[in-house]
């Protein structure tokens, strides 16, 4: 690249940022009039579109690597972005303090708008974005949560109230913290200090556990085996996959644990109305693409990864940033 490209690159994107800050500033203030966005908000704004830049160009990648017969015409780039709708739904992330800069938050996917012929940003909230919510908007917020997969060498025993025990509790020991056996099951377990009597320990087999795995779970990151594509077809053949199981198992216990907590009426405001409201378009957007994208071209392979269902949100903490692209 020539240094009037580059230099003509720098000028765009510096461009696109002032754009996309200009359009969060003019949303923010459309809500609650001339307040500007506070220093915090500024900075999330600033991740956002970091991240968000990030996304599009590893998707662009991922685009031009495809074969020519299955290559999407629209380039996944800024200038294809609608970036009033992008701040629209933005900025109730932003407001509640959901921040893509740090892990398991929040994930920005590139959904391909067959109407528009546009890109729109969807949001996947990650495991500890739900924790914040829960936390924010939670109406009896335990002081702690403890989640815990259980192996088929551990030992546990739970404690439920009856007559003789008027506080919930369970005896947990790691008997071989090296080689813990198969996954049998997991828990979690509400502790509220001042009043111990409410703690809450709920159970999983790990049917219970597996019945929560997304429809379209990506074998990279349940593990199994998965298919070998060639020039976009299937090949017919598989090759296994070990994937990351138990990082999966506890992070649908952790965010079955937040998911418990029940939101206060009373918390319920604009922004928390606007997220449920995406989660339900994102959901229906994201399944939509698997279902056309699997039935006739390659995986997806957006750097953060296959994206449908609720778990898959979250980037492996783990895994280095090169071996994601075909992860969730």
Do not use: C
Not at 142 to 170: C, G, H, L, R, W
């Amino acid at each position: 690249m020539t240094k009037q490209e580059i230099a003509k690159q720098e000028t765009t994107e510096l461009s696109m940022s002032q754009r996309f800050s200009d359009a969060m500033v003019k949303e923010f203030q459309g809500g609650v009039g001339t307040v500007d966005l506070t220093d915090f908000q500024q900075r999330l704004a600033q991740n956002y579109f970091i991240d968000i830049d990030a996304t599009l160009k590893t998707a662009e990648i991922a685009r031009l690597k495809k074969s020519e017969k299955w290559q999407d015409p629209v380039p996944v780039t800024w200038s294809n972005i609608d970036m009033n709708l992008l701040s629209r739904n933005l900025i109730s992330y932003v407001r509640i303090g959901l921040d893509p800069a740090q892990k398991n938050h929040i994930n920005a996917i590139p959904f391909k708008n067959n109407t528009t012929q546009k890109y729109d940003i969807v949001f996947i909230e990650g495991y500890r974005g739900i924790q914040l919510k829960a936390e924010k908007y939670g109406l009896d917020i335990p002081d702690a949560v403890t989640v815990e997969v259980v192996y088929s060498t551990d030992k546990f025993q739970a404690i439920k109230k009856d007559m003789q025990n008027k506080v919930e509790n369970y005896v947990f020991e790691i008997t071989n913290p090296f080689d813990r056996g198969e996954i049998v099951g997991g828990f979690y377990y509400h502790i509220f200090n001042g009043n111990p009597d409410k703690n809450k320990l709920v159970v999983f087999s790990l049917k219970d556990i597996l019945k929560r795995k997304p429809k379209y779970a990506s074998v990279e990151f349940w593990g199994g085996e998965k298919d070998i594509w060639k020039d976009g077809k299937k090949t017919g053949k598989k090759e296994p996959t070990e994937g990351w199981y138990d990082r999966m198992v506890y992070k649908t216990i952790y965010r079955a644990a937040y998911n418990d907590i029940t939101i206060d009426s009373q918390k319920i405001d604009d922004d928390y109305l606007r997220l449920k409201q995406l989660e339900v378009q994102n959901t229906e957007n994201l399944v939509q693409a698997e279902i056309e994208e699997h039935g006739n071209t390659e995986l997806v392979d957006f750097e953060t990864g296959e994206i449908y269902e609720e778990v898959e949100e979250e980037i492996i903490d783990e895994v280095p940033k090169d071996t994601e692209d075909a992860g969730y």
